[in-house]
Structure formats: C-alpha cells, structure tokens
C-alpha cells in the first residue's frame, strides 16, 4: 500500500515539474541560436546534466537531447523527422516570430524541429531532460516529452494510442495501440506475428521520479510494477533514469549514477530487461538465420546451406540467401536437383505455412516430401505432422527444450542432366483399342448425363419446398450461418412497410428496419430492376460470394429477398450514417482524430478487397456516401461487389452519372478501364475531403484556384500554407497532416503507374514508410 502511495505521489510531482522550474532555469529568449562552428552549440539544464543542441554524428551532426556521461554521453531524445541531418555550416535558432528551426545553409533549407499552435516566447532546457516551448503568458506549448524517440525520461509516460517508441536502428517499435495494449515489434512487421513483449489492458507505461517503471490503469493506478531501480541510490551520489527500447530490441531500464551536487558521472547500468532471453526477441536475427545462446551470449547463424549477405561484426540482424536451382518447375525429378539436412530443435517460424500435411508421417517423410516439392524451401517436424514453408524464414530460434526438427533443400553436387524424352507414335495397328476406348467413354457420358439430370430435377424440387417452409416461418437469426434468407412480407413488417427511407445507395433506396423478436436494426436496399435483370441462381450466387467478404471495415450483408421480380438485400445497420453527412453539413463535424482514423479504416478495407479476399475485388465507387460510420465511429465501406450485379446498360448509365463527380480516375473517363489503381485514385480524393471537410469540387469557394480540391491542395503543399486546409481545426498534429496531404496527392496522380498500392498507402499513412514529395497531380502541358 506505501508503495502505490508513493507512486501516485511523484505522479503528480512530475506533472508539475515543468512549470515549477520555468523560473529557476535558463531561459532561452528569441533570436538564441547555436552552431557547430561556435561555442554555443548546445542549450544546458540548469544541473548542468543535460544538453539540447548539436552533437557529432558519421561524418556530419545531429540534433538531440544528450545527458552527461563517458565520452560523448548518452543521447535521450532526437526529433521524429525523415531524413534530419546537419552539417559544420547549420545553424539551429528560436526565430523572432517564435518557431524552433535548423537551418541548412548550403541550399538554405529550413526545417520545423517544434511545431507549435502558436508562437513560442521563450525556451528552456529542463533538468528533467525534458526541452519545452513557452507561450507569452508562460504556459508549456511543446515539449520534448510529447514526442519521445527511443527514450522515456523520469517523469516521462507512453500513453495516447499510436504514441511510441523507435530503437535508434529503426528496427524496433514499442507503442501503445488504440486497444491499450502495449506491444513490442520489429517495424516491418505489420502482421502482428513479430509481437515478443506485451502488456494488455493498460491505459499508460509511466517512469516516475523515483525510478519506479509501472503500467497504470485508466484511472491512473498501478497495476503492475515492472522495475525498481531507486535502491541503488548511495551515499553523497544522485540517480538520472532512463527507459530505452535498445538497438537489440530490449526495452530496459537503466541507471546513471552521479556525484551529488556535481556534474560528475560515476556510472551507469542496466536494472531490468523486458525480455530476459534476448533470442525471444522477434527481429534479432534476419531472414533465414537463427537466433541461439552461446555461454549466456545471444547469437546469429545461417541455415545450413545459407550464407550471410553484408554480415557485420555483431554478429546480428544479417540476412541470409541461398542459390537455388531455377530449373525446378520444368525438371522430371525435382527431388535429384536437391539434397535435405536436417536440424534439431528449431523452436518456430512466425509465419503460417503453406501446406500443413493431414496425416502423421515418419521424420524422413517430411524431408523427403519437402525435397520433392519446388515450393518448399524448408519443412518443421513435430509430433508427427510435417509443414512445409516458403522462404525467407523469420524470426528462428534455437531452443533445447523442444523436439522440432528441421529440414532444409540444398542444390546438389551431383546433378545428373537428363536425356531428352523420345516422343511416342501411335500406330495404325492401335485402331481396335481406339475404337474400344471411344464406346466405353461415351457410355460412361451418357450415364453422366442421366446422373446430372437426375440431381437436377431433385435439387429444383427440394428448392421449391424450402422457399415455401421459408416464406411461412418467421426464423430468427443464427449468427453462426453466413447468410439468411427473408420472405418479402418479412422485411415488408421489419420496415414497417418500407417507411423511414434512410438514403439512396448504389444501385435503390435504403429502408430503416427491426427484426421481430431480437430487436436488431437492420437496413434493407431495395434493388432497382435494371440491376437485378439476371437470373435468380446467379443472383444469389453472386450474393453469396459478397457474404463471403468479410472485414471489420466492410459493411456486412447478412440476408437477401427474392420475391419475384422484387430483390433486396439486408445489411446490418450504420446508426451514425454515411462520411459525407459529416464531412459536407457544417452542423456536422468529426475531430481531427477520428478524421484520421476514418482515413485508415477506409484504407485498410480497401486493401482487404484487393489483396486479401479470395477474389480481387474492385469497388469502382469509392465516396463519402459509401463510406458509413457505426456506432463506435468505425469507418466501413458499402456497395462492394456491385459491378458485377449490375448489367452493362445500367454500368454506363451509372458511369456517365458520376463522371463529373471528381471521384472517377481519368482512365476509366476515357475508355471505362477498370484496375485496382481506380480504387486507389478514388480514395485519394475522398483523403482530401477528409482533410479539408469539403467537396472536392466547389464553386461556392473565395477564389477560382480553391476549386479544384487537389490542385488548390498541391500549391498550399507547394507554397507551405497546409495551415490554410485546416484552418477550423485546433487539434492539428502537423507531421500527420503532411503525411496525410503526401499521401493524398499521390493517390490522386493522372498517371496510374505513379499510384501506390493500398499496402503502401497504409505503410505511408502510419509513418512507417517514407514518402517522396509528389508532382503535380496534374500533369503540365
């Protein structure tokens, strides 16, 4: 109980730390400026232990907070910006008109270090370690905290979601995710398979004054003390604490020992270590190598038969290749090209494998099974179950305790060339068993045929019967079965006779409506008769493979009517309405927030349509009114799948409609082409709709430039006035919004080659990829 009193006190100790020493530290006036050239290349906290300014780096400087210590000392925190980097002739200064600023000046870029709401007045380092902005009535408008890079400080939290933490190597992430889940990855990792540390439930990971290392819930109590690092405090010395996720992956904590009242460093050693085998940690080791402990040691090997590329001297984070032989698909014998070693103890891969043979087999099976296979680059064998994989392979390890074995191909030494095969001829004396073989296949047709008939005439039958058990009985719904089946008069009481119309979709008009007895809302569609011409069994079966598509992000069809010439179809219910409701009526507004998290869920439902269902889908209608908003404001996109319901008349009438929208892309104006780089021009200009919160095309505007949304976007881009997309938000984060604008404008690109895939749209959105500035969206003349 003292213990969690303790931690709750210096909680809020800390969160006064920055205005208690406003007034006992240096301050920095405007117009201050450093450079490596002169003696001020550095801002100093008051102790003297901490530092903000240049320091050297390879064969230039960078910018960053360093706390004092052996050598060059330890660097704390360094701006979250691509590509920063300085040389002898920079210069980094607090401008008269408030903004934090590096100057380059061979080619006199600047660069925005702080962005900030409004100018600063004044600056200060801290001896927390923590470099803030001040406003002209002395309140905090930025701080280094805020924008942690590898480091937390004393002091220091991780909380809101998507806040994290990037090892110095840019190989590890550690971040905080919109569940209050605390995980621990390698950063190309976007599957989820790399997780190897992880917290659940928590709403903030706090260091305190104390050396305390804690997990709090959301109301702010402990719920799980990682770390204690207060007792190495001794006599006549003061502690500084520090948690860095390490170039290694380990996130740890870390103590520097200093003489009291003094600059002077004693030592400094690590206390604690999220993952105390370092093998554990996913991303150690490259591709096709492995993770093993030698005499305490974690260390990387190859598989046998690979070899490394670019092996440094710490022996880690190498990738491996191997040669392989390209002849495989076309050899007779693919099992003589290789040989198979084998092994032991290989504890996993995280990935799936892409066959899982179903029967028990022996271990030499496995291996020989792998051998034989031109997809298989190495096998697992457990148990008796043999998974053949692809490669690369990721995230091995070496563990005693386990009894996997390994297989992996290698070219063979001994490659025997095989002789071309002579063609066989059939000769005239073959007539009779010709002859023979024609009557037996064609009795074997006919009694095919029959059979088909047969089982057609039994199947309309039982059809015929179930429509009518199905138009007599009110079932409930089974949230197991994927689709179900209405009777017309059903939805006909759901909506009370199709009364509350709730909006026109793609393709008929939406109806409001409650099933009886369960109570759930519902909305029906029903379908306009131009798109429904087709026969009633492919109509169902184009039905049931739109249930099969299935995504958090995609609006879920579960049932459909057939009556007739009547169809509809039943969708689970969007009680906050379509994006543009929010987006184009002032009354309506959503937060800068949840405009970005829209734009990412629309995103990642798209890439579902076009990499990961069965059947690559292209939506072709990619709008604000398709894109609707549930109760928890989850994005989801509706109308999926319709271009291959609707018949071509209505898909040029519908086509002809929207081409002055703004939302077709220029090759399907021209000759009605249709690829996956539609979806991607479509959802560009929805992104700059969201952005701005208006249509992309406007008359109603205060100038002819502001139009066009994507040109009079790309010259705000240009110029530097992003401020003027935004003008009505006071929440603006503005890395994410050029982020957002970059992203945007390349989606939106005449040139179809230029647009990235939705991977890559997702990659570039989440900060994780790099985005090269776009040209023009449209194209000079």
Not at 111 to 131: H, K, Q, R, Y
Not at 254 to 283: D, L
Not at 505 to 519: A, L, R
Not at 611 to 628: A, D, F, G, Q, R
């Amino acid at each position: 109980m003292a213990t969690i009193t303790l931690l709750l006190l210096f909680a809020v100790l800390s969160a006064n730390e920055v205005r208690a020493q406003k007034y006992d530290s240096n301050i920095i006036n405007l117009g201050s400026f450093l450079s490596p050239k002169t003696n001020s290349t550095s801002w100093i906290s008051p102790s003297g232990l901490f530092s903000f300014g240049f320091y050297p780096q390879d064969d230039g400087f960078a910018v960053g907070i360093r706390l004092k210590g052996e050598h060059e000392g330890t660097i704390v925190w360094t701006p979250n910006l691509n590509n920063l980097s300085a040389s002898s002739d920079s210069v980094m200064e607090l401008t008269k008109d408030g903004q934090l600023v590096l100057r380059n000046e061979p080619k006199q870029r600047v660069v925005v270090i702080a962005n900030v709401s409004e100018p600063a007045d004044s600056a200060s380092m801290l001896d927390s370690g923590n470099f803030v902005l001040y406003s002209k009535n002395h309140t905090v408008i930025w701080k280094s905290f805020d924008h942690p890079s590898d480091t937390l400080l004393a002091g220091q939290n991780l909380t809101s979601a998507g806040q994290q933490l990037i090892s110095a190597n840019g190989h590890f992430i550690l971040r905080m995710d919109t569940d209050s889940n605390l995980a621990s990855f390698p950063v190309n990792d976007q599957r989820g398979e790399g997780i190897y540390w992880f917290e659940g439930a928590i709403s903030m990971l706090n260091l305190n004054l104390t050396g305390f290392l804690c997990l709090l819930d959301y109301y702010g109590k402990p719920t799980k003390v990682l770390a204690n690092s207060s007792n190495h405090l001794r006599r006549n010395t003061s502690l500084i604490y520090r948690a860095t996720l390490d170039l290694d992956g380990n996130f740890r904590l870390y103590v520097h020992t200093f003489e009291k009242n003094s600059t002077r460093f004693v030592n400094v050693q690590p206390v604690w270590q999220s993952n105390s085998n370092q093998c554990e940690v996913k991303g150690f080791c490259g591709f096709n190598s492995y993770c093993s402990t030698n005499r305490g040691k974690a260390v990387c090997e190859c598989y046998p038969g690979f070899v490394p590329i670019n092996r440094n001297q710490n022996i880690t984070f190498f990738d491996c290749y191997q040669r392989s032989q390209d002849d495989c698909k076309t050899s007779e014998d693919p099992k003589m090209l290789y040989d198979v070693v084998h092994l032991q103890h290989v504890q996993y891969w995280s990935l799936l494998p892409y066959w899982v043979i179903p029967l028990e087999m022996e271990l030499d099976a496995c291996g020989k099974s792998c051998q034989e296979d031109c997809d298989c680059g190495a096998a697992l064998y457990e148990d008796g179950r043999c998974k053949k994989y692809r490669l690369p392979l990721r995230y091995g390890r070496i563990q005693q305790n386990v009894s996997t074995t390994a297989f992996f191909k290698l070219p063979s030494r001994n490659i025997i060339p095989s002789k071309p095969k002579k063609p066989e001829v059939l000769v005239d004396d073959k007539k009779n068993l010709i002859l023979t073989l024609v009557i037996t296949l064609g009795s074997i047709s006919f009694a095919g045929l029959l059979f088909a008939m047969s089982i057609f005439f039994i199947y309309n039958r039982q059809v015929h019967s179930y429509r009518k058990l199905s138009a007599s009985a009110n079932l409930g719904f089974n949230e197991d079965c994927s689709l179900r089946i209405f009777s017309f008069n059903e939805l006909v009481n759901a909506t009370e006779n199709f009364t509350e119309d709730i909006g026109r979709g793609s393709f008929g008009v939406v109806y409001k409506g409650e099933i009886q007895g369960n109570n759930r809302r519902i909305a029906v569609k029903k379908l306009d008769d131009v798109v429904v011409d087709e026969g009633e069994r492919e109509f169902q079966a184009e039905i049931t493979t739109i249930a099969r598509t299935y995504h958090r992000n995609l609006v879920q069809l579960i049932g459909y009517c057939i009556d007739g010439s009547r169809k509809l179809l039943v969708y689970e219910y969007m009680s906050n309405g379509s994006l543009a409701d929010f987006l184009f009526k002032a009354e309506m507004h959503l937060s800068w927030k949840q405009r970005i998290k829209i734009a990412l869920d629309v995103a990642r439902g798209i890439l579902y349509l076009h990499e990961e269902c069965k059947v690559c889908i292209v939506h072709c209608n990619i709008k604000p009114h398709n894109i609707l908003l549930d109760e928890m404001w989850t994005a989801k996109i509706s109308d999926f799948g319709f271009a291959r319901l609707s018949i071509q008349e209505h898909s040029r009438i519908r086509s002809s409609n929207e081409l002055t929208s703004g939302y077709v892309a220029p090759e399907r104006q021209k000759d009605a082409s249709t690829s996956i780089k539609v979806d991607i021009y479509s959802y560009g200009v929805v992104l700059l709709e969201i952005i701005c919160c208006r249509r992309n095309i406007d008359v109603n505007v205060a100038t002819e430039e502001e139009i066009m949304l994507s040109s009079w976007v790309y010259n705000c881009f240009v110029k530097g006035e992003l401020n003027k997309l935004v003008e009505l938000d006071e929440d603006v984060e503005w890395r994410t919004l050029e982020r957002m604008v970059k992203v945007a404008l390349w989606c939106v690109q005449e040139d179809l080659s230029l647009r990235p895939s939705m991977k890559n749209v997702i990659l570039m959105l989440e900060g994780l990829k790099d985005i090269p500035i776009p040209p023009s969206p449209i194209p000079l003349a």
